[in-house]
């Protein structure tokens, strides 16, 4: 029972991470239909981009706030990396609305090998460890010899996640922005129609899905304390699961589908094997895609001529 | 680009201060992702600890390239739209004449490289690095012909193709180490096994959509490599499996000794006899690849693929069987996967799960895509140029003397593949070389 309660606590820790990753793959194939699978190597950046803020903060400016620094790291990543996230829609994929149908599909796979190469180049092949923020733990629970904990770094993860999902649920339900995300998402011709500015509105949507996977960067980060320019493939393909699973398209389905990879990803391991969990990942991906791909909450797909 | 048109009208100074200014924005776009990514290093320190070092040199040198390629890019537009009257109307055709010799011409090189090889460096034995390089080149080829069966033909995105490449590869492993079968007989079977995979795949997946098709494939491949790393007593693990049996000349081995190659046909022992052979046999694979992808263009299967890569639904509402049309695509593709596969197995003498990971897929579907999606000569050249043109690029001396001793155009190579394909995409969708057009068309459609 404790070992069961530790294995939650650490699936839903994953789980925040895939799900804040799954919503930027949401979000792109509500809009506009196509899987960004640059999505993961996007993150991959982010967690980077954190890294070396990080160092120049810690190693050269000397600060040693914790919160201070995990702050100021998160906002400086998510406004880069959403400034990614913009160029990579502009240069790769604003270009191909009405080409044949795989075309951005093949695009995002072109950016994502550009995106895990950059960064090879740029930084380096080898495993980026950084030194532990935190490491202390508060015990939830305690029998005899065996002990229930959350630790800090999970609570910052949890916390930050559901902080920033109630701040992006406003944003997308309560703003005008939001309105306009939704309209566009429904019928993006009619949209237009009544004023919205589609183009800019897609872009905004592919600036927040990358802001919020640059906080899945941050997050992952802290709680590895490691990283290395292939790290975006297996995550992003994890997430794109969750997003699958959750029905794709769907937001609070994004984040549901997020925590249960999380878990189901943490139990395999606690419990069968740590070798295959990945495969466990995949076969989840493939079952869902086949026997139900609305997901969870999603609408089901009607192929119109 | 509607911008530099209006602009024309307003005159040279405006057109000019506007192109200068969104120049200037590009580059600081640049620079804004430049931060932190490029203008600062990650080093190992001393101890555990991560070193940094400031880079805005290279930073500076990014932007003011951006600037200047974009800066020559919006005046060649703007140049092009002031000659777009002048334009030549013969050009496709020159371009179909022209790509009508490079087949032959290319057969023509291929058929004769070891000869051609081994007269430029002065013998056998010295050519050995051509020869390997034709060897690696025509690999690719012959993949790239396989995976165009299934995305260039019949319109399938095939993220997972290298999992068939995989079967084939490990079939022959385990049966010519296990049970002691020849090249020749596992040949054959590697095809076959790799085909049923294929189709044990496609028979679920087939009737998803596009892009989930891909994924799905992708996960597919995945789960295929993750299974041949972790079951250790079938595959031998991470470690994978070594001494695999070589090829032999049809029942005659490349040995020195009496009855070997060399000895039955009264020549001098060579080791190179062996890789020359190697040589023409993934030429013959490659070949019979084209082959069987020409002749079923011609067939009421062929006509199905094409068909159904320009428009499923008229397809189904046509009577034509889908699920079967795209079962034999992908069974078609995965039995060329299956061969390539089982000659890897048999030129390296070793099969590890590393060499089939998604990005090797990603390179196979790159060479597709640049090749045009259907063009067969065009698959041809972007494999030479893919897999063969950074591997010359790494014998200039003089990139060396620019970028400095340690570099490696091995390391820009996926860099590059990356940014060809989004290019492509971009530019020219219907491929670089030759286009995309279905085999058969009515009368004056479109």
New interface residues.
Partial sequence: MEFFAQQFINGLTLGSIYGLIAIGYTMVFGIIGMVNFAHGDVFMLSAFIALIFFLILTTWLGMTSVALVFLIVLVLAMVLTSLWGWAVERVAYRPLRGSFRLAPLISAIGVSIFLSNFVQVVQGARNKPVPPLVNDAFVLYRHEDYVVTLSYKQAIIMATTALLLAGFWYLVQKTSFGRAQRACEQDRRMAALLGINVDRTISLTFVLGAALAAVAGTLYLLYYGVVSFSDGFVPGVKAFTAAVLGGIGSLPGAVIGGLIIGLIETFWSAYFSIEYKDVAAFLILIVVLIFKPSGILGRPDVEKV | MAGTATMARTGAGGEAAAIVKDALLHAL?TL??S????S?????GQG???V?TSRWGEVAILCAAVFGLRLAQQLFLAGRSRHRAKADPSAPAAVSRASALIAPFTLGIALTLPALAALATGGLSESRYWIDLGILILTYVMLGWGLNIVVGLA?L?D?GYVAFYAVGAYSYALLSTVFGLSFWICLPLAGLFAAAFGVLLGF??LR?????L???T???G??IR??L??WVDFSGGAAGLSSIPRASFFGIPFTAGEGGFAATFGLDFNPMHRVVFLYYLILALALITNLVTLRMRRLPLGRAWEALREDE?ACRSLGINTTMTKLTAFALGAMFAGFAGSFFAVRQGFVSPESFN??ES?II??IV?LGGMGSQIGVAIAAIAMVGGPELLRNLGFLKAVFGEHFDPN??R??L??????A???FR?RGLIAEREPSVRLGAAR
């Avoid at chain 2, 931060?35 to 490029?38: A, D, G, L, Y």
């Fill in positions: 776009v804004g992702l931060i932190p990514i490029v600062y290093r990650t080093d190992a555990t600890g991560l940094l319109g995105l993220l679920p997946v998803l959509r596009g892009d989930y891909a994924i799905v992708l996960a597919f995945e789960i993750l299974v790393i972790n639904i998604f990005l990603a579907l790159a895509v390391e820009y996926l860099l593949f990356g940014l060809a394909m989004v492509m995409m971009v969708p």
